[in-house]
Structures are given as C-alpha cells and as structure tokens.
C-alpha cells in the first residue's frame, strides 16, 4: 500500500503574504461550496469540508494545512461550540443528561470494541495497534455535528440536546482514552491512576468553569453599564473564551469544552440558586450575541474547510484489497455503533435514529487519534490510510443521512 493518508506529519511553513492569500481562497472557497451544496439540498458543512478536500491535498494541492490555518480552525470551532453553549436549553440539557451519559457510554464502547476485535481477532494487528484503531472509531466530531442540526434548525430540540450532550461527553471520553493509550504505548500497562487524576480533573473544571466565567461576565456587565462602553464586549467576550479554553487544556480537557462551558454560563437560562446575584440582564447577553455572531460566521467555515484539507485521499491505496475488506468493516462498525447508541434512549424511531446518525461523524476527532497512533508508531500505514478512509466516509455521509431522516419534518 502507499503511504497512508492524512493529517501530515509536520505542517508547512508559509510566509505572511501567501497565507493572506490562502485564507481569501479558504474563505470564498468555503462559501461558495457551501452555499452551492445547500441550494442542492445537501448540508452547507458538506460543502465546506468539500472544498478543502479540492483545495489540499487530496485533488489540487494548492493550500496547505498549515499551522496559521491549523490555529485559525481551532478558533472557528471554539467560538461555534461558545456560541451553541450560548444559545443551549440548561434545562433541557439537566433533564436528558442520563440519556445523554448512556448514548455516549454506549456510542463509545461499542464501535472501540468492535474495532478492538476486527483489527485484533480478524487482522491479525498487534495489541497496541487495535487498541488504537478501536479508540479512533469512538469520536464524534462536535463541530459538524453542532453545525449539522443548526442549518437545518433543529439544534434545539429534544433529540439535539441528548447529542450535544452526548457528543460534549463523547470528547471527554475520546480524551481520557487517548492518554490512556499514549501511556500504554510507553509501558504496555494501564495507568490508572493518571487515568483517574485525569478524570477528576475534568469533572472539577466543569464544576468550577461556569461559576468563574458567570462572575466574570457579571462583573463585565457592571462595567458596561457604568461606563456606557457596550463596544468593549466582544473582546472582553472573546478573551473569555480563550481564557476559559486555556484553563480546559490545562486539566487535560479539550478546548473546544471550556468554550461550551462558557457559553452555556452567559446563557439566558444558566442560573444558581445559591447565586441570584449574578444574574445576567438580557440586554447584556444579547450584546453577547451580536458580537460573537459575526465572528462565529467568518470563523467556522475555516475549521470545516481545514477537516477537508487534512485529508489526503490520493495516498491511499484503492487498488488493495486488503485495504476494503479492513476499510468496510471498520465503516460498518463505525456506523452501528453510533445508530445503536441512539436507541437506549426513549423516543420514536425517527428520534432515535437522529440521534446515532448525528453521533457519527468522527471528522478531525478521528483523524487526531490516527495522528497520534502514527506518531507512536502504533499504526502502520495501512491501518493509518484505513482509518483516514473511514473517518472521510461517516463525516461526509452522516451530514446526507441526518438530512435523509429527518426529510418532511
């Protein structure tokens, strides 16, 4: 087989002038195939992660994944998962939360043992190597997900609020078995206590994040009224943001988490009981939101485009059949799990099925386990471009399939 596919090994250094002229094409790229893709009734993400599939390597190579564009993705994905915390039902989140704990639970252990076993039992691939294939089948990317449900407006309801649930949990799960793994590659033992320290951690910082982010914002909002200054908010919000990003990275939790966190503590409906006093006004929160809107909207599209551009299809191997019987299986895999995953939960099929198929896309998730495996020289470049390959197919297909079922609604 080629050399496998994917996230390269070191990014490329581009020169201030090019990368200006790498983020027009990104940006006029990502709204063109966008705009193009929803005329056609196919999910504008879909169109965006395509055009960084034509734009990278995969087809023209013209832009590189480099690391400027690298950052300016993680900003677009933090700002939109702090805009969806904004905008999330608390409420509604607090009363699905045992059904959001179980889809996760059950949405990762399933396809991680069911690739564990394809790659282990039926592969023949070391230890480690399963291992690390069957942790990448347990991501869900977050970000497509999130933009998935809102362009077809059903973010809100009850089913999206179990996945985003879902999904946040899913991140934190997908963190904690990354560095169990990366400790198992190191001793062939399972750390567990780094792994519990890990844990709790990240529990306290979801505990102890939105409180913090709540009296910041209350204090900012007092500022804002004494002073009449309303134009300090979107920098004072988005150092926020950053902030409580920095501190999430810090515990071992993803950053895209403490942005969520944050969002959902400068929600209308984020309250504590023992805390009246730092009560947001709604005209406050709503400068918020005219403020991180815009940026969100000019942001985003540079993340999805960046999944696109990360892939590099043209290395894998097609003509291997090694690589399809390996490949299908995983993919069956990879889509059961999920779909299963949404039938714990109480509901019509339809709801069910909305919420396995919207846990399915790995995206970048999948293709940073795949990186790391790579990195440890736990994966070999078949099993590298077989994953590269399943992660491309459920992030371009789940965004048709969600469409698909929820058609008529």
């Given at each position: ?6 996230i390269?090994?070191?990014?490329p250094?581009v ?5 200006f ?68 039902d ?6 699905v ?22 790659s ?7 230890l ?47 963190v ?38 709540r ?11 004494k ?50 006093f ?28 960046s ?37 714990v ?6 709801e069910?099925m ?9 995206g ?17 470049s078949?099993?590298?471009?077989v ?6 197919v ?16």
């Amino acid at each position: 087989m080629a050399a496998a596919g994917g996230i390269e090994n070191s990014a490329p250094a581009v020169d201030i002038h090019t990368l200006f002229l790498h983020i027009a094409i990104i940006l006029l790229a990502g709204r063109v195939f966008g705009t193009l893709f929803k005329r056609l009734g196919i999910p504008a993400v879909l169109g965006e992660v395509f055009a960084g599939v034509i734009l990278g390597q995969s087809v023209l190579g013209i832009i590189p994944l480099s690391e400027a564009i690298k950052v300016l993705a993680e900003l677009g994905v933090i700002l939109l998962l702090f805009e969806v915390g904004l905008e999330a039902d608390l409420h509604m989140l607090i009363r699905v939360g045992i059904w959001s704990t179980l889809v996760a639970i059950v949405g990762a252990l399933l396809p991680f043992a069911g690739g564990f076993v394809i790659s282990y039992y039926i592969f023949d691939l070391p230890l480690i190597s399963a291992l690390f294939i069957g942790g990448a089948m347990t991501a869900t990317s977050i970000g497509i997900t999130v933009r998935v449900l809102t362009d077809l407006n059903k973010h809100k309801a009850r089913f999206a609020q179990i996945v985003l649930g879902a999904a946040v949990l899913d991140d934190v799960l997908g963190v904690v078995i990354l560095a169990a793994l990366y400790e198992f590659s190191k001793t062939q033992e399972v750390n567990w206590e780094a792994t519990t320290s890990l844990m709790t951690h990240i529990a306290i910082f979801f505990v102890v994040a939105p409180i913090i982010a709540r009296a910041l914002a209350k204090i900012l909002s007092y500022i804002v009224d004494k002073l009449n200054e309303p134009e300090v908010i979107p920098a004072t919000i988005l150092s926020l943001i950053l902030g409580v990003g920095y501190a999430a990275y810090k515990v071992g939790s993803p950053e895209i988490l403490g942005a969520f966190t944050a969002g959902l503590a400068l929600s209308r409906r984020f309250a504590l009981p023992f805390a009246a006093f730092l009560q947001l006004n709604d005209r406050i929160v709503h400068k918020v939101e005219e403020g991180i809107g815009p940026l969100v909207n000019i942001m985003a599209p540079i993340f999805f485009v960046s999944v696109g551009l990360a892939l590099n299809l043209k290395a894998i191997d097609f003509s291997s059949g090694e690589f399809w019987a390996f490949s299908l299986s995983l993919i069956v895999v990879a889509i059961a799990g999920k779909v299963l995953a949404g039938f714990v939960v109480p509901g019509s099929f339809r709801e069910r099925m909305s919420i396995g198929l919207s846990m399915m896309p790995r995206g970048e998730v999948g293709l940073i386990f795949a990186e790391f495996g790579r990195s440890f020289n736990a994966i070999d470049s078949v099993g590298y471009a077989v994953v590269v390959f399943v992660v491309a197919v459920t992030t371009l297909l789940a965004p048709i399939l969600i469409k698909l079922n929820l058609r008529g609604e």
